[in-house]
Nanobody
């Protein structure tokens, strides 16, 4: 079965950095579009960044210049490097795999930015 497992979340001070990882299994990873989303308490889940199998990487305006999404097709991994973190980045971060009408989500990893 398809599994997406996120890791790397935690507590970090404002201005700090974290690197999230998502390990995928059960799919032909290289052909799937991968993305990171986040959901803060009381808010809707929102797109953070997406990286297709081929094509343009996309970022939410709120993270442009601070976050970098990347993928390693040989390892079935997608990453989110988060720099210059702000308290408003606090959320549960989810990994998503999308192909046509099919989509799978990970269980999420908590990121808390606080002093």
């Amino acid at each position: 079965q398809v599994q997406l497992v996120e890791s790397g979340g935690g507590l970090v001070q404002p201005g700090g950095s974290l690197r999230l990882s998502c390990a995928a299994s059960g799919i032909i990873f290289r052909i799937w579009n991968m993305g990171w989303y986040r959901q803060a308490p009381g808010q809707q889940r929102e797109l953070v960044a997406t990286i297709p199998d081929t094509g343009t990487i996309d970022y939410a305006d709120s993270v442009k210049g601070r976050f970098i999404i990347s993928r390693d097709n040989a390892k079935n991994m997608v990453y989110l490097q988060m720099n210059s973190l702000k308290p408003e980045d606090t959320a549960v971060y989810y990994c998503k795999a999308t192909l046509s009408i099919h989509a799978f989500w990970g269980q999420g990893t908590q990121v808390t930015v606080s002093s």
